[in-house]
């Protein structure tokens, strides 16, 4: 049972141009929500974060959006940048951020 | 300042043998965590260690223990080596119990069972 879903597995955009990663989840008992860039032969990196009890969380090029009643999160960057591509990965808990339920990552490609 | 450090890097290892996997923490950080992440998912998160104590725990056979000594590191064991239990193994640490500390991921063993 697949508790947070990254339903696109990849994402092309140019560099500059908006990126949009989205995620969903089931459990309506997660109150952190995560997101965490990876790139290869590396470990995850934290990214942002943002509780249950907003709904917009920014950090420079990077904002998370959470939808509680529609069990959806989103992880905006603007503007994209080359170094940007890597995999993105949305994570969740309801034990703050700890034991963190991870999503299947989406893989973000940003051309020149 | 070191991030979270673990070894090996690789290791092969045949399916019914043993391994152990390390870790030291980020300096300051006191909380281990073991994620297993299988190719094409997302890491899983397997147990917690706190103060020497598995705290918390995710549904991963008994055959998964770990440890964690009195500067921090840990170990992870798995016994019984199944194929299945192919894939990169990652270590995270937090402060206290990190109720609002996220956690600072390593590189990763990438395991092998033959």
């Known amino acids: 049972d697949q508790q947070v879903k990254q339903n696109s597995p990849s994402l092309s955009v140019q560099e500059g141009r908006i990126s949009i990663l989205n995620c969903d989840y089931t459990?309506?008992?997660?109150?952190?929500f995560l997101w965490y860039k990876k790139y290869p032969a590396e470990g995850p990196t934290f990214l942002i974060s943002?509780?249950?009890?907003?709904d917009k969380n920014e950090d420079g090029r990077f904002t998370v959006f959470l939808n509680k009643s529609a069990k959806h999160l989103s992880l905006h960057i603007v503007p994209s940048q080359p170094g940007d591509s890597a995999v993105y990965f949305c994570?969740?808990?309801?034990?703050?951020?700890?034991?963190?339920?991870f999503g299947t990552g989406t893989r973000l490609l940003v051309s020149p | 300042d070191a991030g979270v450090t673990q070894s090996p890097t690789h290791l092969i290892k045949t399916r019914g043998q043993q391994v152990t996997l390390r870790c030291s923490p980020k300096?300051?950080?006191?909380?281990v965590s073991w994620y297993q992440q299988a190719l094409g998912q997302g890491p899983q998160f397997i147990f917690q260690?706190?103060?020497?104590?598995?705290?918390q725990r995710g549904n991963f056979p008994d055959r998964f223990s770990g440890h964690q000594f009195p500067n921090y590191s840990s170990e992870l064991n798995v016994n019984a080596l199944l194929l299945g239990d192919s894939a990169l193994y990652l270590c995270?640490?937090?402060?206290?119990?990190?109720?609002?500390?996220?956690?600072?991921f390593g590189n990763g063993t990438r395991l092998t069972v033959t």
């Open positions: 994570a969740a808990s309801d034990t703050g951020f700890q034991k963190l339920v």
């Open positions: 943002i509780s249950s009890i907003k």
């Open positions: 995270a640490s937090s402060s206290g119990q990190g109720e609002s500390s996220p956690l600072h």
């Open positions: 459990n309506s008992m997660f109150d952190y």
């Open positions: 300096s300051g950080h006191d909380t």
């Open positions: 260690y706190y103060e020497e104590e598995e705290r």
